[in-house]
Structures are given as C-alpha cells and as structure tokens.
C-alpha cells in the first residue's frame, strides 16, 4: 500500500489480537472500519480509533472492498473466503487451509458472479504466471512443478533433527513468515499443503504435481505444457510482489520489490525432496488423494500438532508422528455443509489433543 498508495485504498482492516499493529495501520491507512477478534482487546483499538468502526468478525470488513487479501492464520480464515466469494468480490487469498479444508464448500462459491480467486502463495502465484501463456492450460499443462526451499534443517537426518528446538525451527534461510507456516516450512508439511493447494486451484490431479527442492527460492514454481515446454516465475523471494499480483491482476504493479542480478545469482539449484526425513509431504499427498474431509482433518491435526510444538509440548520431529497417527485414524465423514467443514475440523483437534497426550505420556 506504501507503494502504490495512489491506485489503491484501504477501506478495511482487521486482525487477530495484534492491537498495536491494528492501530499503527489504521492510523496511517484510514480505513472506515475496523476488525479485531479478540473481544477483551476491542475496548482498547475503540479508544485509539475514536472515528473508525470497529467490528468483531473479520468477516464483516469484506463488504466494502474490492479485493480481499486473506492473511489470517489456519482453518479461522474459512469465513472470510467465503464470504468474500459469496459476495462475487476478488479473493486474494493467503490462508491457504481455508480452501484446502474448505474445498467441497468454497469450490462452487467461485462459481458466484464476479468471484475471482487469486492466489498469494507465492508458488502459486507463479504458476497463475505461468498458466497465463496458454489460453488452453485446462488440456495443455502436463505438470506443475512446486518448489521449496527445503526450510531451515534441508540436508539433516532424522537422528540430527532428533532435538532441534523452536528457535532453530523458526529459523527460515530465505523467507520471513509467521510462526505457523514456519514451522509447517520447516517440516514440509507447508509443501504438501501447498501440493492440495495447487490441486484445489488448478484442478490439476495428484500424479502431475510435483515438488522439487530449490534451497535459493528464486524460482517460485513451474508449469510443463504438453508440448515439453517449462515456464517458470523467477523473482527475489518478497511477499509483496505476489500481493500486489493479486491486487492488480490482469495489470501488474508499478513497484519492483527487488530485482534479480544475473551475474551476481551464480547458480540455481534443484533436488529430489528427502520424504523418509520429512514425512509430512507424503501425508499431506495421501490426505489430498483421499480427498473429502480428509484434507481438512489433516491441516486441523497439524495446527493442534504446531501449536503443541511451539509450546514446547512436544518434540519437532513428533509433529509428523502426530499428523501421522491422525490421518490413520480418519473416516470419511460428510462434506456437503460449512457445519459439516467445522465438525470434521472439530473432531480432528480432539483427536490430535488426544495423540498428543499420548505422545507425551509415553
Ligand atoms: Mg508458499
């Protein structure tokens, strides 16, 4: 917004319970109303933004924009998507568990008039890139290939991962995200998330996505077409320009945020994933092949999983056990309503508590 400030305006912004940030934005951005979901922090943000609304449900602040950029942590960012298809606006979407758990529900809301979903990973705002040279992509692409940094501990065995901490976990070597999806980085799990993700917007299926390990993150994702051909997105890593892509789709920003020197990069390196280390990418593939609820139970698994990790509640490596014994304990259950969504959800945090308690027992 800093950067473009005369194309856009921020009408609405609302947070978790980051009060000051909530306060500082506002302040500078003006936006007619505010939302914080933290009720015993709304007394507070009325009285630093005596002439802004404030609201409690993030769903609230989607009416009077345009765009929608969805940033919120974990499955609680499911409203906001749904809302803001159903009110036929511009889903930029960062929250990817909403539609990786919301799928049998969010995907025929984008068949609402003037719903538009752009994604803001940006792996697959690389390959929205890419998909933008065929007008054909629906029966041209032969594979999306996702790369991942590998996170902070690519390289180690399992014995070597046996004690990493939190703050080692944290430590990501190219990306500055949240705690979440650092730790999911650190795991793979992001990656496999980011694999139901791509299978969920591309309509892609699980044999023709592929993850390949790209330790400097300057090739954000590839598309192979049916003729053998790979285009790829290259940019530094910086989440703004995959937000102002979705901001500004089909035009692009005026701002580069960073621009590539050819004869300082040197090299571009790319291996095979270590899946018997990192476990959860094949979780996350198996969930996404069984498909239903199943996505869904594993990403609310994982969140219970990540959060106990960052408390200190369990050891890293435990998070795949975790995920793990979970997904062998899913059944199918039904799919058709948000209720449906939320209970399955529901159920996947008990039963990953109780995992846990196991785990920790033992
Ligand atoms: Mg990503």
């Known amino acids: 917004m800093r950067a473009e400030g005369d194309r856009y305006q921020v009408v609405a912004l609302g947070v978790g319970s980051s009060v000051d940030a909530l306060v500082r934005q506002a302040q500078e951005f003006r936006p007619q109303v505010v939302a914080i979901a933290d009720a015993a922090r709304r007394a507070e943000v009325a009285a630093a933004l005596p002439f802004v609304q404030v609201v409690d449900d993030l769903a609230d602040l989607v009416e009077p924009a345009d765009v929608v950029v969805n940033g919120v942590v974990g499955f609680a960012g499911l409203p906001v998507t749904m809302r803001t298809l159903q009110l036929g606006r511009r889903l930029a979407l960062a929250n990817k ?14 068949a609402t008039p003037g719903a538009e979903l752009v994604p803001v990973d940006s792996e697959h705002c690389a390959v929205h890139q890419c998909l933008r040279s065929s007008a054909f992509a629906d029966r041209e692409v032969a594979r999306i290939v996702l790369t991942a940094s590998g996170g902070p501990f690519r390289g180690r065995t399992s014995a070597q991962l046996a004690d990493v901490g939190v703050e080692q976990a944290l430590a990501h070597p190219t990306w500055k995200m949240g705690p979440k999806i650092t730790i999911d980085s650190s795991t793979l799990m992001n990656k496999g998330l980011e694999v139901i993700e791509a299978h969920e917007l591309f309509d892609v299926d699980y044999d023709r996505i592929e993850v390949v390990v790209h330790p400097q993150s300057v090739v954000h994702s590839m598309a192979e077409f049916t003729d053998g051909s790979t285009l790829a997105q290259l940019s530094l890593p910086d989440m703004r ?7 500004a789709y089909p035009a692009r920003i005026g701002t580069p945020f960073g621009r590539i020197d050819w004869a300082q990069l040197g090299r571009l390196d790319f291996e095979a994933p270590d899946i018997a280390t990192f476990r959860c990418l094949a979780l996350a593939y198996a969930a996404g092949r069984q498909g239903g609820t199943a996505p869904a139970w594993l990403s609310a698994a994982n969140e219970v999983a990540v959060d106990a990790f960052l408390q200190g509640g369990i050891r890293w490596h435990q998070i795949a056990e975790v995920n793990d014994e979970a997904l062998q304990r899913y059944a199918p259950t039904p799919q058709s309503t948000v209720a449906d969504i939320i209970d399955a959800d529901a159920a996947a945090r008990r039963c990953a508590a109780a995992i846990i308690g196991k785990v920790r027992s033992s």
Request: net charge neutral; hydrophobic share 50%; charged share 10%.
């Open 241 to 247: 320009l995959p937000i102002g892509y979705a901001l």
């Open 97 to 110: 568990e909403s539609l990786i758990a919301g799928a049998p529900i969010v995907q025929p809301l984008r």
